[in-house]
């Protein structure tokens, strides 16, 4: 009886006082190699949104505030969604009198079909999601290049700057809310969401059709269908607009917002945000 305790006991108080060495090791290692965080890289995220959306280039807001640290402040990296003010208060962390600002990006389009434009092509019943909708042929819509209306893109705006208008059933983006972090570009099957400058005053000029058909084909779809004549291309004295695939393609870095274009097409296609109101169509 005491041999068949002794095989148990011995054993056992071999594996605890292992188990205790272990331990204290563990604990030496964890102090020895103790990584003390900066106290700044918690008051920096406290100050960003949040969302990790990626609009500064970087990982996330974590990583946002850790290079900030890294360079001793927000010098070349700023955060979209946080707003000047807080840049400025992130950048008085480090002691500095204010943040630089970036080039703002703004999500734009590429479709202006609204449903009055188009017509059903098909009875479409399942999930209601513009990835899966643009899986089955060429969609329930007559254009088949055209916006499915679903949402996918609203889904995955951490800044809910993005909606679908109940009646154009088209996103409509709102811009003092847009980053420019691009999920909604990423998310978008047809790839009719693109990211443009803000421009001056928030004035922007795009084309808002992506049908690549030739002209009679796109317009037998979708009534304000680019349908690539060129007269955009004549029209323009800048050599903004080029005609590519039977699609007319503006160049935000030659555009000079004339507008000249917008007044060419015969079609209604191409789009304009925050001139006049008599002068624009969005």
Known sequence: MIYCISEIVLPAAALGVLGALAA????????????????????????????????????GCHDFAVECVRRGGPEGIVCPGAG??????????????GAGKAARNIAVVGC???????FPAAIYSGPKLCRIESRIGSGPMS??????????????????????????????????GCTGCGKC?????????????QGPKGRRVWVGCSNRQRGAVARKGCSVACIGCGKCVRTCPFDAVEVRDNLAVIDPAKCRLCRKCVAACPTGAIMTS??????SNQ
């Open 112 to 118: 202006g079909g609204a449903y009055a434009h188009r």
């Open 24 to 59: 204290v090791l563990l604990c030496v290692v964890v102090k020895r190699f103790a990584v003390v965080e900066d106290d700044r890289i918690g008051m920096v995220e406290e100050l960003l949104p949040g969302a990790n959306c990626g609009a500064c280039g970087l990982l």
């Open 143 to 176: 254009c088949s290049y055209g916006c499915l209306g679903c949402g996918d893109c609203t889904s995955v705006c951490p800044f809910g700057a993005i909606r679908i208008d109940p009646v154009s059933r088209l996103p409509l983006v709102d811009e003092g």
């Open 185 to 197: 570009v990423e998310a978008c099957p047809r790839n009719l969401i693109s990211l443009r400058p």
């Open 84 to 97: 000047e003010e807080k840049m400025s208060q992130i950048a008085g962390i480090f002691g500095k009198d």
């Open 274 to 279: 925050n001139f006049p109101a008599a002068l």
